[in-house]
């Protein structure tokens, strides 16, 4: 049972930060990114060649959740600033993500083919830490740590600095954001950053963790994701933590009391579920109505 | 003449079947919806034409075919009831999610070999078949635009709250175009069932409906044979850019990828209208220099 919460919580904490980048989007533009899990891809990718290169690990990593935001920025400017103030431009903002996922994925597989790339051996020290009767490996432990520090970090960014206002009062409404004199393109370009570092430290946790990466390992996590911010309520970054340990939790007790082959029906279980009950999730604000 | 169209059979079959699927994805786009469950319901499809072909040999095709048409589109009504509900975004995320419980009930169930799926299905699609089909789901597209129906779908991409107050059923238009893209999906499944020999899960995975909404996107959703223009170009242009993507050091695979989300962005940005928005752009341009 502890054992199994443990567990839960390792993976739930990957979700959860894979998910606060995700949401964060979501509740500045309205639109759902979803080239966030090609970022995640080619972040984890990014490490692993640095590590690859000899960088240490302790370096490899911020350097990759660097370049992850940069490709952030890079894709708010190529997929999203262009469609900015189209009438349609929340389904229009969801295909061209997907167009720069896929241009995302076929650089990872041009780059490092369709096979499961792996860390060499050695790269995190092999060591079990036993906690009350149940046991988790150091990286374990680390990942675990990271992720709830990374989203503290951002949960205090948006609560206490002026950037954080700033992308808050734009998610507000960018008219009266621009009206007080925010620079509502800067401040999205910043959340964009934000999101996608976030994504991408995932992806590099994600990578160590499961030590096996290819150009499709951000697939799964991607609709897990969804099913987190469905969940926590789209565009609320509490919602999203708490969302994504639930859905961890809720995935390593499904796989012990019905079996593995349900640990990926689980989460869109509770994703339709959600949707069809209470749409604004647990922490969403209630949606206002489209005229 | 006779030659190429031999050597190009099977790409011509795939120009249609994908363009089926294309205007499967446009049937719910057409009154504003993005429903993304259409390779659940192709898959639906592919497995119900197939059980039928294999498990009770003495069906005739056509009414396998009907069968994979028709399974989907009876499970798009209670999907489509409570789903339809949810706008934008929403009904989005959760059609995606219907399409990957398809998939995992497909990779879970002994009867059609889990994830390994049913093999050596006859080869009963020929190309005519596909071509009749396809102009059968062009017709009836097609028969919609300024129809009493074509008009109730416009007004309900435009503005659904509008198009309820005028007194238009939408509840009822939406669900009718999504059971009609179900049916076209099912059908374009078990096609593709019986032209491939076989049906996996893999085949069906979320990748499937992205390139359904791409080909659809780029070749326009404003005209009915957008989609297939859409299609035709999309399943066409890497064979005929193959060599180049060779000599250019790059895989078939990733080269196809790429060309699919560049020409994909390209379009959303530069031409929302599609490929078939073409011709008008250049007769306007034409007549401003003049």
């Not at chain 2, 786009?29 to 499809?45: E, H, K, P, T, V």
Request: a positive charge.
């Amino acid at each position: 049972m502890g054992q199994q919460a443990l567990n839960g919580v390792f993976v739930g904490s990957i979700y959860a930060l894979f998910a606060v980048g995700y949401t964060l989007v979501f509740g500045v533009l309205d639109i759902l990114n979803l080239a966030h899990a090609a970022v995640f891809t080619l972040a984890a990718f990014i490490a692993l060649a640095l590590v690859d290169a000899h960088l240490p690990l302790w370096l490899a990593l911020p350097l990759a959740v660097a370049a992850a935001g940069l490709i952030g920025i890079v894709l708010e400017r190529l997929a999203f600033r262009p469609l900015r103030g189209r009438a349609d431009s929340n389904i229009s903002g969801l295909i061209s993500s997907l167009a720069m996922a896929t241009v995302f994925e076929a650089i990872a597989l041009q780059i490092f083919g369709p096979d499961i790339s792996r860390f060499p051996q050695g790269t995190f020290p092999d060591r079990m830490i036993r906690i009350g009767g149940a046991s988790a490996s150091l990286l374990q432990l680390c990942i675990v740590g990271t992720s709830v520090v990374l989203m503290a970090v951002l949960t205090l960014l948006l609560a206490r600095t002026r950037l954080g206002r700033q992308i808050r009062a734009v998610a507000e409404s960018p008219r009266a954001a621009r009206i007080l004199g925010v620079n509502v393109d800067r401040a999205i370009a910043m959340a964009f950053f934000l999101s996608s570092a976030l994504g991408g430290a995932a992806g590099v946790l994600f990578g160590l963790a499961f030590n096996s990466i290819s150009p499709d390992v951000g697939r799964s996590v991607e609709l897990k994701g969804l099913a987190v911010i469905i969940l926590g309520g789209m565009g609320s970054v509490p919602g999203a933590v708490v969302a994504g340990f639930a859905l961890g939790l809720i995935e390593v007790f499904t796989v012990a009391h019905l079996g593995s082959s349900f640990r990926d029906a689980v989460s869109f279980a509770v994703l339709f579920l959600v949707l069809i009950a209470r749409p604004r999730g647990l922490f969403g604000r209630a949606a206002a109505r489209e005229a | 003449m006779t030659d190429l169209f031999l050597a190009y059979e099977s790409l011509f079959a795939f120009v249609g079947i994908n363009g089926l699927l294309a205007l499967s994805v446009y049937a719910t786009l057409c009154c504003g919806q993005l429903s993304l469950a259409n390779a659940g319901f192709m898959a639906i499809g592919a497995y119900t034409g197939a059980l039928i072909t294999l498990r009770a040999p003495g069906v005739p095709f056509i009414a396998a075919l009907a069968a994979s048409a028709l399974a989907p589109a009876l499970i798009a009504v209670p999907l489509g009831l409570p789903v339809l509900r949810l706008r934008g975004v929403f009904l989005a995320i959760a059609t995606v999610g219907f399409g990957e419980v398809v998939r995992l009930f497909f990779v879970n169930w002994d009867y059609t070999n889990g994830a390994l799926g049913l093999v050596a299905i006859p080869q009963r699609t020929h190309l005519w078949t596909i071509a009749l089909a396809l102009a059968l789901a062009l017709y009836v597209l097609g028969r919609l635009r300024g129809s009493r129906t074509g008009y109730a779908l416009e007004a309900i991409r435009e503005d659904e709250t509008a198009a309820r107050t005028m007194g238009i059923y939408t509840t009822g238009h939406k669900l009718a175009m999504l059971v009609l893209g179900a049916a076209l999906a099912g059908l374009a499944g078990g096609l593709e069932a019986h032209h491939t020999f076989m049906v996996a899960p893999g085949g069906f995975a979320f990748g499937r409906v992205v390139d359904m909404l791409v080909q659809a996107v780029v070749g326009g959703t404003a005209a009915f044979y957008g989609p297939v223009v859409g299609a035709a170009f999309l399943t066409v242009l890497p064979e005929v850019l193959r060599e180049a993507g060779a000599r250019l050091g790059l895989a078939p695979g990733p080269f196809r990828l790429f060309l699919n989300g560049a020409i994909l962005l390209a379009v959303i940005l530069y031409l929302p209208n599609g490929l078939v928005s073409l011709p008008a752009r250049f007769r306007r341009r034409a007549r401003g220099m003049a």
